[in-house]
């Protein structure tokens, strides 16, 4: 592909066989008894924009070899065990439009696999000899345990602010993109600048991608492709429900909170509320407070060296912000 040529979904297309291959060796090395599942959850398709992110950083910089395809897979990795044991928390029947992992295979293989991918990330990422990577997959796995944690540990409840949200979000989706970028900086051996402005761009970004997400929540399923208002079901207070809540007459916030904490809507109040949460656009006021994080990330880009791989990482701002799945 020639430089003036490239483009995130050029890039997309051209990269996905290759972190495809990569995956493939990185199930190779799981234990035999969990394989099947780790392909079955980590070969499953996405953008991979993880690992994207993880190699455009790295050239950016100006550093790319055959190893980096190694080196990015290893978020890939982190990020499908996490959502392996999602669904194991949330109950969640489906992935993707597909059975999920436990409900094929059993509850506890499954947990075993999440456990295994996340252990061969670790041991991966070793291979480079590099105590700043490993430290940085080491904060990384911990920041989105913790994040999970705590929004476990909120969980039905109405109580808590949008900063605790953005704490929650900040540590289950924004440290792992923030280490996909932080990866490839530092094996591209940056400067700490531009390590810590490629990682800024990463955390802000991540942050926004799940504003995002949690906006498109209350999407209709037709759109989306995944069932409408999951957030509800789960007892989750992102900013579409708060804003929906403040609206609210005593009478009715009073219904609504105890069917909140009790986690017993019906699938028809469930289809009311994101009706209404759509016509106030209160999904659009949480795209909108995504964007504030984007502005963010494109500040650090202004730190990094321009160029062609800079204006990938430049389009992955309107790419989180216009999703529509």
């Not at 999951?230 to 609504?256: H, I, N, S, W």
Request: proline letters at 5%; hydrophobic letters at 40%; glycine letters at 8%.
């Amino acid at each position: 592909m020639r430089e003036q040529d490239l483009s995130l979904s050029r890039l997309f297309e051209e990269e996905r066989p290759r972190v495809h291959h990569a995956l493939e060796k990185a199930v190779g090395l799981l234990p035999p008894p969990v394989r099947e599942i780790g392909a079955y959850v980590l070969l499953a398709g996405g953008k991979r924009l993880r690992p994207l992110l993880t190699l455009t950083s790295s050239r950016l910089l100006g550093r790319n070899d055959p190893e980096l395809y190694r080196l990015c897979a290893v978020p890939e990795m982190i990020h499908a065990a996490s959502l392996l044991h999602d669904d194991i928390l949330d109950e969640a029947d489906t992935r993707r439009g597909r059975p999920s992992a436990h409900t094929c295979f059993g509850l506890r293989p499954a947990l075993l696999a999440g456990d295994a991918m996340l252990a061969l990330a670790d041991c991966e990422v070793t291979v480079f000899g590099r105590t700043d990577m490993v430290e940085c997959v080491s904060d990384a796995m911990m920041r989105t345990v913790a994040g999970e944690a705590h929004e476990i540990a909120l969980q039905g409840s109405l109580s808590h602010s949008e900063d605790d949200y953005i704490n929650v979000i900040t540590g289950k989706t924004g440290w792992l993109l923030r280490a996909s970028c932080r990866l490839g900086a530092l094996y591209a051996g940056a400067e700490e600048r531009q390590v810590e402005a490629l990682s800024d761009f990463g955390l802000y970004a991540g942050i926004a991608f799940q504003m995002v997400d949690d906006a498109l929540d209350f999407a209709a399923s037709d759109i989306t492709g995944k069932p409408c208002g999951g957030d509800l079901r789960e007892g989750k207070f992102t900013p579409p429900v708060m804003r929906y809540v403040r609206e609210l007459e005593q009478a009715d916030r009073a219904d609504f909170t105890q069917k909140f904490t009790s986690a017993s809507f019906s699938d028809e109040e469930i289809s009311r509320i994101a009706a209404r949460i759509r016509e106030c656009g209160h999904d659009a006021a949480t795209r909108a407070l995504a964007d504030e994080y984007l502005r963010r990330a494109e500040d650090c880009l202004a730190l990094l060296p321009a160029g062609p791989e800079r204006n990938i990482l430049r389009e992955v701002i309107p790419f989180i912000r216009d999703r529509e799945k």
